[in-house]
């Protein structure tokens, strides 16, 4: 996946988190998730074909990487402030 489109529906997550007032139960997931980073990207990759097409699967495809969970842990965090 094209950088600049993960980076695009990682934000439009946070967007929703944040709409849906969930951001402090994303924060303790993410926190959680922090330090089995590559585990949560690794699990990415097995669910990805068992989600539906269209935004869930953009999702899972924009999780895959690890640094991708400490890009949204990060937007999440500048939604809360």
């Known amino acids: ?6 980076t695009t529906i990682l934000q439009e997550l946070a ?3 944040a709409r849906r007032r969930l951001v ?10 922090e330090p089995v980073g ?5 699990m990415m990759l ?12 953009e999702y899972v495809m924009a999780l895959e990487d690890e ?3 400490k890009v949204l842990q990060s ?5 809360d402030s």
């Open 1 to 6: 996946m094209d950088p600049t489109r993960r």
């Open 15 to 17: 967007a929703n988190i």
């Open 24 to 33: 402090m139960p994303a924060r303790i997931l993410l926190d959680l998730v």
């Open 38 to 42: 590559f585990l949560a990207s690794q």
């Open 46 to 57: 097995f669910v990805r074909p068992l989600t539906p097409l269209g935004r869930w699967q």
């Open 67 to 69: 640094s991708s969970w």
């Open 75 to 79: 937007l999440v965090d500048h939604r």
